[in-house]
C-alpha cells in the first residue's frame, strides 16, 4: 500500500513538472460542464501559440475559498473567473490581481460594447483595472402561458408585460396573483401560486432586484458612502414581499428556498411568473427539459417609484499577481475576446458577447433582443469588498420578514446596523 | 572561564545522557511505537491548533498579512449577534440531539435485545446512515423536506398538514432529527453490548427478591451501563458540535440565521469574508465551550470513587 | 410470559417502522436516479416500468470524472485508513500500556484533539501542506487524515481491557517484547481493528472540508466535493443526476459495509463493552 502510494506521488510530481508550462484557468460553473464549452477554444488557442491552457471548475460556492487558499499558498491559478462582487476583496486585502491597464490595448477597448462597465471596475479600484469581462447576462423574468390562460388573465397583462413600449406595476402583480392563485380543480388546494421568491441564502440577487426596484442604491452605498440598508426602497421592497406573502400568493415555504427550487417550482408549473431567469435557463436548459411548459419571457415590472431595473452580470476574468505567465493568460483573454471566439461563446451559452458580435441568427431572435433590450437600465453587482457579509445581512432579513419573524422597519434597520458592523473590518 | 564552563557541566551532562541512554533503551520499543502516531498528531492536530490560537490575535485575511491586535477580535466577538445567535443554535443542537440520543439508542438497545429472530438484520440496517456518506445523506434529505417533497406528500396522503422543515421555527429540530437518523442505531450497538453483559438470571433473580423496576434499574442496570452512557454522551456532543456538513448542504445557514451552527459562521467569517484572525478567535471560544461540556460530562457520568 | 411476548410483539413494530423509516429516503433516491428529470416533483410510482432508465447513471460515469472521483476517493480513504489503523494501534498500546512517562499526559491530549474540527485548523493545515508543496496533491490528503485522535482513543480503551498476564507469561518463556505484541496482543485486539478499520474508512471517505480546500484540480476531487458541486449548480438543479451522483458516491462504503457487516458488528458490541 505505501509503495503504491509512494508511486502515486512520484507520478504526482512529475505530472506536476511536466504542466509547469499550462496556463492553469480556474472556471466557475456559468454554463453547466464548463469544461466542454472551452474544449474547442483551448484546442484552437494550442495550436495558435502553442500554450497548453488546463481548465479546473470551481463550484460557485466555493470559489472564494479556493481563491483564497492557493494566494495565500503562493499558488495561485494564472487565470481565474470572478464575478463584480468577488475581486475587490483581491485586490483590497492582498493586492493579489495583477493590473490589466498596460495590458489592454486600444482596439480591444473600442471594440467593448459597454466600455462604462470597465470604467466602473477602475473606479471601485482606485483607478485601475483589474478584471476584464468576456461575456455578460441579463435577467428577465417568464409567465407561464398556460396557467394564465387557465386564470383568465386578460392579454392586456400579458402585452403589458412582454411589449418594450408598454410597462406593468407592483399593483399589476397583485392582480395577477389574485387571478392565478386559486382552486382549479375544487381538491380544496392551492393549484398554483404567482410567484416563489428564492429565500435561499445561498444566492446573491433576488433581494437585490426589489430593493432597486423600489429605488434603492445601485453600489448599496449612500452618498456619503455609508451602507444604504435602512431607507425606504429596502421597506418598500419587503413590504410588497410580505404582501405577497400575506394574500397567499407565493407558495408555502418561501424563505428557505434555494434559486434552484425556485426555478424548480416554476418549471414544474406550481408558479405563474418568475424574475430571475439566465438566459442559460429558457433559451437552453427549459427548451430541452421541459418541453411541455409553456413560458413567455417578460419584462422586470416597474417599481413604485417609476424604476424599472434588473441585474447585470459578466464573466470576469482576472490575472493574480504570482501567476508566472502573466503574458500566456493574457493572450488568452485576447483570444478569447476576438470576433469569433465570442460568437462561438455567445452561440453555446447565449450570454451576451462583450463585443458585440454574436451569431447572425440570434440578431433576428426576438428572445435574445429582449436580453439585449433590458441592459439599458440592469444594474451589476455592487463591488464593495464587504460584499460577502451584506449578502448574508440582507438575505436573512429577508428571510426575517418572509417567516413573520420582524417587521419591515425592524429588519431595515437590523440591516443597517449589522452592515455597519461589519465595516468594521474592511476600513 | 572556557575550561570552567566546558568541564562542570560537561560531566554533568554527560550522566544525564547517560541516564537518557538507559531510558531510551528501557522504552525503545515504546518510543518507536508511539513515534508514528505521535508525529501525526502532533503534526496535523496540536500544531495548526496552537497556530489557530495565535491567529486569534490578530486580524488576518488570508492573503495578506497579519496584524497583532491584542484581544480586540475576543471583544468584537462578544458583541456580534450572530455569533452568539449561532453559539446558542449551536448549543440548542447539542440539547436537542445529545439527550435523544443517549435516550433513545438506549430504548433502541432494549427493542434489539427482546428481538430475537433477524437481530442482526435490523442492527444491520440501523447502523446504515452512518456508512453512507454525510454529503449524500444531506442532499437526499433536503429533497425529502421540499415543501412540495415526498415526505409532505405522505402527510397528504393521510390527510395531514403539509409541514415547512426547513422554516425558521422547525428548521434546527429538522436538521437534528436527521442526525439523530443518522447515529441513533450507531450509539444502539453500543448499549446492546452492555445489555448483553448482564445475564436474564440476575435480572429474573432480582424479581423473585422482589426488587421493583426502579431499584433494578439503579442497582443492576445502570453500573453496567454508566461508562456506555458516558462514551455516547461525549461522542453524541462532539458529534453535535461538529453539525457542519448537513447545515452547509441543506440551508447555509439560513432562514434568517437560524440553523447557523458555530463551524458554519467561522467557515463564512474566515474563508469568506477575508477575517480569518476573527474566525480563529471564534474557534478558540468554540474549542472551550465544547471541553468544558465534556469535563462536565465526566464528572456527572465519570467513574465513582 | 404473556408479558414478554405482548414486549416481543412491540419491539417487532417499532424495528419494523424505524427500518423502513432508515430505508425510505433512500428509496426516493433511487426512484428520482432512475429518471432524466431537472425537477424533484416526480410522482413516486412510475406510470411504466420503460419509464425507468440508466441515463443519469451513464452521464456520470460516461460525461463527467465521476469514477476518476471515485478512484480518488478509494486511493485516500484506503491509503488514510491502513496508515491510520497501524499508527493508531502501536501509539493505542503504548498510552494502553503506560509505560511511558507521560502516557496519561498524552492520552489526555487525545481526548481534547478529539474535539478539534478541521474547520478550525484547516488553514493552518493548508499552509503548512503548500510549504511542503503537498497541495493539490492526493498525499496532502492522505497525511492529514493519517492519525485519528478517535482511533487511538478507542485503540487505547480496548488495549487497556485486555489482561497483561499473557503478554507476560510469553515475556517470561523467553519472548522479545515484538514479539509478545504481535503474537499476544494483536490478535486479541483484531476485533477493535476491525471498527476502527471500518470508522477510518467511513470518516476518511465523509470527509468534505480537507479536499475541498486542498484540491482545485477537477481530476483530483473527492467524491464528496463532486457530489456538492452537483447540489450546488446554481442553473436547475439536475435532480436525476444529483441523486444518481449521491447514492453512486455512498456505494463504495455501501458495499464494504455489506461485506464486513458482521465483523464491525461484532467489534462494536465489543466497543461498548469498553469500561
Given amino acids: 500500500m505505501f509503495k503504491r502510494c509512494l508511486l502515486v506521488f512520484l507520478v504526482l510530481v512529475i505530472a506536476c513538472l511536466g504542466l509547469a508550462k499550462t496556463v492553469q484557468f480556474w472556471v466557475t460553473p456559468f454554463v453547466s460542464q464548463p469544461e466542454k464549452l472551452f474544449e474547442p477554444l483551448l484546442e484552437e488557442f494550442k495550436a495558435e501559440t502553442g500554450i497548453d491552457v488546463e481548465i479546473s471548475v470551481i463550484s460557485y460556492a466555493d470559489a472564494v475559498t479556493k481563491i483564497q487558499a492557493a494566494i495565500a499558498a503562493g499558488e495561485a491559478p494564472d487565470l481565474v473567473a470572478l464575478s463584480e462582487g468577488r475581486f475587490m476583496p483581491l485586490v483590497r486585502f492582498g493586492n493579489a490581481l495583477e493590473e490589466l491597464d498596460g495590458l489592454v490595448s486600444s482596439d480591444i477597448m473600442n471594440r467593448v460594447v459597454r466600455p462604462q462597465l470597465l470604467d466602473q471596475y477602475r473606479q471601485i479600484a482606485g483607478g485601475k483595472l483589474y478584471v476584464f469581462p468576456i461575456c455578460f447576462w441579463t435577467y428577465l423574468g417568464a409567465i407561464n402561458v398556460d396557467i394564465f390562460e387557465k386564470a383568465g388573465v386578460p392579454q392586456e397583462f400579458i402585452d403589458k408585460m412582454t411589449d418594450p413600449n408598454k410597462y406593468y406595476t407592483w399593483d399589476d402583480l397583485l392582480k395577477i396573483g389574485e387571478m392565478v392563485t386559486k382552486d382549479f380543480d375544487g381538491n380544496g388546494k392551492i393549484d398554483h401560486w404567482l410567484y416563489a421568491y428564492p429565500g435561499g441564502e445561498n444566492w446573491v440577487h433576488p433581494f437585490l432586484l426589489w430593493y432597486w426596484n423600489a429605488g434603492g442604491s445601485p453600489s448599496l452605498l449612500d452618498e456619503n458612502g455609508s451602507p444604504a440598508f435602512n431607507i425606504e426602497a429596502t421597506k418598500k421592497a419587503f413590504e410588497f414581499l410580505l404582501t405577497l406573502k400575506e394574500k397567499g400568493y407565493m407558495p408555502p415555504g418561501v424563505e428557505s428556498l434555494s434559486a434552484g427550487d425556485a426555478i424548480d417550482m416554476f418549471t414544474s408549473g406550481k408558479t405563474a411568473w418568475i424574475n430571475n431567469v439566465w438566459p442559460s435557463n429558457s433559451l437552453v436548459v427549459w427548451p430541452q427539459q421541459f418541453k411541455d411548459l409553456n413560458f413567455r419571457l417578460v419584462y422586470p415590472p416597474v417599481g413604485p417609484d417609476n424604476h424599472r431595473t434588473t441585474y447585470f452580470g459578466s464573466y470576469l476574468l482576472g490575472i493574480p499577481r504570482q501567476s508566472k505567465l502573466k503574458k500566456e493568460a493574457w493572450s488568452f483573454i485576447e483570444f478569447l475576446l476576438k470576433p469569433e471566439s465570442q460568437k462561438y461563446i455567445a452561440s453555446k451559452t447565449y450570454y451576451s458577447s462583450i463585443t458585440g458580435d454574436m451569431p447572425e441568427e440570434f440578431k433576428s431572435d426576438p428572445r435574445i433582443n429582449m436580453y439585449m433590450d433590458v441592459v439599458k437600465y440592469a444594474i451589476p453587482e455592487p463591488m464593495h469588498p464587504a460584499m460577502a457579509r451584506w449578502k448574508i445581512i440582507y438575505n436573512s432579513e429577508t428571510q426575517a420578514v418572509l417567516s413573520g419573524q420582524k417587521t419591515p422597519e425592524q429588519a431595515a434597520e437590523t440591516m443597517q446596523r449589522l452592515a455597519e458592523q461589519a465595516l468594521e473590518f474592511y476600513k | ?305 | 410470559m404473556a408479558v414478554r411476548n405482548k414486549n416481543r410483539a412491540v419491539s417487532y413494530v417499532l424495528a419494523i417502522f424505524w427500518a423502513i423509516l432508515i430505508i425510505l429516503p433512500f428509496i426516493w433516491a433511487l426512484r428520482i436516479s432512475l429518471i432524466p428529470t431537472y425537477t424533484a416533483y416526480v410522482s413516486f410510482f412510475p406510470k411504466s416500468l420503460s419509464e425507468l432508465s440508466l441515463a443519469n447513471y451513464k452521464y456520470l460515469l460516461l460525461q463527467t470524472k465521476f469514477p476518476k472521483w471515485l478512484l480518488n476517493s478509494t486511493i485516500v480513504s484506503g491509503t488514510a485508513t491502513f496508515v491510520n489503523t497501524i499508527a493508531c494501534f502501536m501509539l493505542g498500546y503504548v498510552l494502553a500500556r503506560k509505560r511511558l512517562p507521560a502516557s496519561e499526559l498524552l492520552f489526555t491530549l487525545v481526548l481534547a484533539l478529539m474535539m478539534v474540527p478541521y474547520q478550525v485548523t484547516i488553514i493552518s493545515l493548508y499552509l503548512g501542506l503548500s510549504k511542503v508543496g503537498l497541495t493539490n496533491t492526493l498525499m496532502g490528503l492522505i497525511l492529514p487524515m493519517s492519525a485519528h485522535p478517535f482511533g487511538v482513543f478507542l485503540m487505547r480503551q480496548y488495549i487497556s481491557m485486555i489482561p497483561t498476564d499473557y503478554e507476560e507469561a510469553a515475556l517470561i518463556d523467553g519472548a522479545s517484547r515484538t514479539q509478545a505484541l504481535f503474537r499476544i496482543v494483536l490478535p486479541q485486539t483484531l476485533p477493535a481493528i476491525g471498527v476502527l478499520l471500518i470508522s477510518m474508512l467511513i470518516e476518511t471517505w465523509n470527509n468534505f472540508i480537507l479536499p475541498l480546500v486542498i484540491i482545485t484540480r477537477t481530476s483530483l476531487k473527492t467524491v464528496t466535493v463532486g457530489v456538492a458541486d452537483l447540489a450546488f449548480e446554481i442553473l436547475n438543479t439536475n435532480w436525476g443526476v444529483l441523486m444518481a451522483g449521491s447514492l453512486l458516491g455512498a456505494l463504495p462504503t455501501i458495499i464494504i459495509f455489506l461485506i464486513f457487516n458482521r465483523y464491525f458488528l461484532k467489534g462494536l458490541t465489543l466497543q461498548g463493552g469498553i469500561k
Fill in chain 2, 1 to 305: 572561564m572556557l575550561e570552567r564552563v566546558s568541564s562542570i557541566p560537561f560531566a554533568k551532562s554527560m550522566s544525564r545522557t547517560s541516564k537518557l541512554m538507559k531510558g531510551f533503551r528501557r522504552y525503545k520499543l515504546d518510543l518507536f511505537l508511539a513515534l508514528p502516531g505521535v508525529l501525526l498528531l502532533f503534526t496535523f492536530y496540536v500544531a495548526p491548533v496552537v497556530a489557530v490560537f495565535f491567529a486569534s490575535f490578530t486580524r488576518w485575511p488570508i492573503i495578506g498579512d497579519p496584524r497583532w491586535v491584542g484581544l480586540q477580535n475576543y471583544r468584537l466577538l462578544m458583541t456580534d449577534e450572530i455569533f452568539l445567535k449561532s453559539l446558542l443554535n449551536t448549543l440548542y443542537y447539542a440539547a436537542l440531539i445529545v439527550p435523544s440520543l443517549t435516550i433513545f439508542s438506549f430504548i433502541m438497545a432494549l427493542i434489539l435485545r427482546s428481538i430475537t429472530k433477524g437481530r442482526e438484520f435490523f442492527k444491520a440496517i440501523f447502523v446504515f446512515p452512518m456508512v453512507v456518506t454525510l454529503v449524500s445523506t444531506a442532499t437526499i434529505w433536503k429533497g425529502m423536506f421540499l415543501p412540495f417533497g415526498p415526505i409532505n406528500a405522505i402527510l397528504e396522503f393521510f390527510g395531514l398538514q403539509p409541514i415547512q422543515f426547513l422554516s425558521t421555527e422547525h428548521v434546527k429540530n429538522t436538521l437534528s432529527f436527521v442526525l439523530i437518523w443518522r447515529d441513533v442505531g450507531y450509539f444502539a450497538i453500543f448499549y446492546l453490548a452492555g445489555l448483553e453483559q448482564i445475564p436474564e438470571e440476575i435480572i429474573d433473580a432480582s424479581r423473585v427478591d422482589g426488587a421493583n423496576a426502579f431499584q433494578r434499574f439503579t442497582k443492576i442496570i445502570w453500573p453496567t451501563m454508566r461508562p456506555i452512557v458516558l462514551l455516547v454522551s461525549v461522542l453524541a456532543t462532539i458529534g453535535s458540535f461538529m453539525i457542519f456538513t448537513l447545515v452547509y448542504v441543506t440551508t447555509r445557514g439560513g432562514p434568517a440565521y437560524a440553523s447557523e451552527a458555530l463551524l458554519n459562521y467561522i467557515y463564512d467569517v474566515g474563508w469568506k469574508e477575508f477575517r480569518m484572525g476573527y474566525a480563529a478567535a471564534a474557534a478558540v471560544i468554540y474549542f472551550v465551550i465544547l471541553f468544558l461540556l465534556n469535563s462536565f460530562q465526566r464528572l456527572v457520568f465519570g467513574r465513582e470513587k
